[in-house]
């Protein structure tokens, strides 16, 4: 597959728990972005890598949200202590270079969360 | 600010139909990328089109087509001779040369056999 992955496809979490959602991007892509999207709505920003280094996080609706990418490549989506508002899929997205203006991102299948 | 504004929330055409889907952008920088995505069932945005600000020439690609118009702020997207495949959630997007993308709020497409 040389597309965007993310695993898993669907997760179940009881308020308070941790999760942790990851993306794989296209091999040799150097931007990597997350997404949360509402039902009914477009994708919204979260954070933005450049290889490894966290360039934008504006997105991040709290500090319990955490986002990181040790080795420039996979990225992990951490959330603690979800809330029910937490509930959307979360859409990850790469690109071949680093500015987002400029070149097309391409989309994984997303992680619907669930809080109960 | 960069907002885009998909007015129409679900049309339904019946198949071999034609059908555009509008989208207006606000921005105030002079070089900004527009973009097109479907999202089906499945749930994976695909990418269908980017175009710069600078080139305002429209765009064919077998039974799709793009107008993007400075002058109204608008990048509208005809799908002619509908086909039941094309039923979907179809995103327009905003990007100027920072790092985020803008997305409407989508407009579902139901082509009926």
């Known amino acids: 597959g040389a597309g965007v992955s993310q695993s898993p496809r669907y997760k179940v979490a009881k308020r308070g728990q941790d999760v942790a959602l990851r993306c794989d991007p296209i091999?040799?892509?150097?931007?990597l972005f997350w997404y949360q999207q509402a039902l009914g709505q477009g994708p919204e920003f979260l954070t933005y890598?450049?290889?490894?280094?966290?360039?934008?996080k504006s997105g991040l609706p709290s500090d319990r949200f955490f986002a990181e990418r040790p080795e420039g490549s996979v990225s992990t989506l951490k959330i603690q202590r979800t809330q029910q508002e937490d509930s959307a899929v979360y859409l990850c997205?790469?690109?071949?270079?680093?500015?987002?203006?400029?070149?097309?991102?391409?989309f994984g299948p997303g992680t619907r969360l669930t809080v109960l | 600010a960069q907002k885009v504004t998909q007015a129409q929330t679900e049309i339904s055409v019946v198949e071999k139909e034609d059908v555009t889907l509008d989208c207006v952008y606000e921005?105030?920088?002079?070089?900004?990328?527009l973009f097109w995505y479907k999202q089906p069932p499945s749930g994976e945005l695909v990418f269908l089109i980017r175009?710069?600000?600078?080139?305002?020439q429209n765009e064919i690609s077998g039974r799709y087509s793009w107008n993007f118009q400075k002058s109204t702020s608008s990048f509208n997207f005809t799908i002619t001779a509908s086909q039941v495949v094309d039923s979907a959630v179809y995103f327009c997007?905003?990007?100027?040369?920072?790092?985020?993308?803008?997305f409407g709020t989508g407009t579902s497409l139901t082509v009926i056999p």
């Open positions: 921005t105030r920088d002079t070089t900004y990328y």
């Open positions: 997007a905003l990007a100027n040369t920072g790092n985020q993308f803008y």
């Open positions: 890598f450049q290889n490894e280094a966290q360039l934008d």
């Open positions: 175009r710069n600000s600078f080139d305002e």
């Open positions: 091999s040799g892509h150097v931007s």
């Open positions: 997205a790469s690109s071949l270079a680093g500015t987002s203006g400029t070149d097309t991102q391409y």
